[in-house]
């Protein structure tokens, strides 16, 4: 079965340092890998894929197979970036996701 | 991008009762769309898929008695609390499958909260 472990629920980190959000899966195929973020009071949305190797806001993720982890990183944090984070598997074939618990980061001014 | 919108955005009801809670995708047609469960301080829990025209697959652990889910239409999706309970209690949130430019993605609605009294 697979499983997405989001090891921190609560991340502070000040402004303008470097921040990393983990995430580990676990999957026997082939699985594609998202972070998903939610700003306070807003709806979930899709920040970045593995698929796709954008940065987006700053933020990268690396699909490490042989660790099967897939963590969030940004150089330097702002303010803008405290929300709700997800981790996110989908499985080769079909639709379905399957989220992690979710980290909550703050960034401290 | 694609917009998802979800009615009502919150219900309290009296335990017994039923509760629909629809799932509209506003701009593109959702061939698939999802339903989630979200307690409070917790994830997001998958709890069935919805094919447009055919029954829904339920996720493990989940009634499908309990939780109906029609999807009449390639835009309406609706997720039924039948004899609703106050462990029902919880934030609903439904997607739809569409894409975003090459990629396949999942829209997200802003969630339905529901109250049992």
């Known amino acids: 079965a697979q499983r997405v472990t989001q090891p921190e629920k609560l991340l502070s980190v000040f402004k303008g340092a470097p921040v990393e959000l983990k995430c580990n899966y676990s999957y026997s195929g082939s699985p594609e890998l998202f972070w998903y973020v939610q700003y306070s009071r807003q709806r979930l949305q899709l920040l970045l894929r593995?698929?796709s190797r954008e940065s987006i806001k700053g933020f990268t993720a690396d699909l490490n197979k042989g660790e099967t982890s897939f963590h969030l990183k940004k150089p330097f944090a702002q303010e803008e970036d405290s929300a709700m984070y997800y981790c996110?598997?989908?499985?080769?074939?079909?639709?379905?996701?399957?989220f992690g618990t979710g980290t909550s980061l703050t960034v401290i001014p | 991008g694609a917009v998802v919108s979800q009615h009502p955005s919150r219900v309290i009801c009296k335990s017994g009762t039923s509760v629909k809670i629809e799932c509209r995708s506003l701009d593109f047609q959702a061939t698939t769309m999802f339903w989630y469960r979200q307690f409070p301080k917790q994830s997001l829990m998958l709890m069935a898929t919805s094919n447009e025209g055919s029954k829904a697959t339920y996720e493990q652990g989940v009634e499908k008695d309990k939780f109906l889910i029609n999807h009449a239409s390639l835009t309406l999706s609706t997720l039924t609390v039948t004899s609703a309970h106050p462990e029902d209690s919880s934030f609903y949130i439904c997607?739809?499958?569409?894409?975003?430019?090459?990629?396949?993605?999942?829209?997200f609605g802003p969630g339905t909260r529901l109250t049992v009294l």
């Open positions: 997607s739809a499958a569409g894409t975003s430019g090459l990629y396949n993605e999942q829209f």
């Open positions: 996110a598997l989908s499985r080769n074939t079909g639709n379905q996701f399957y």
């Open positions: 593995h698929i």
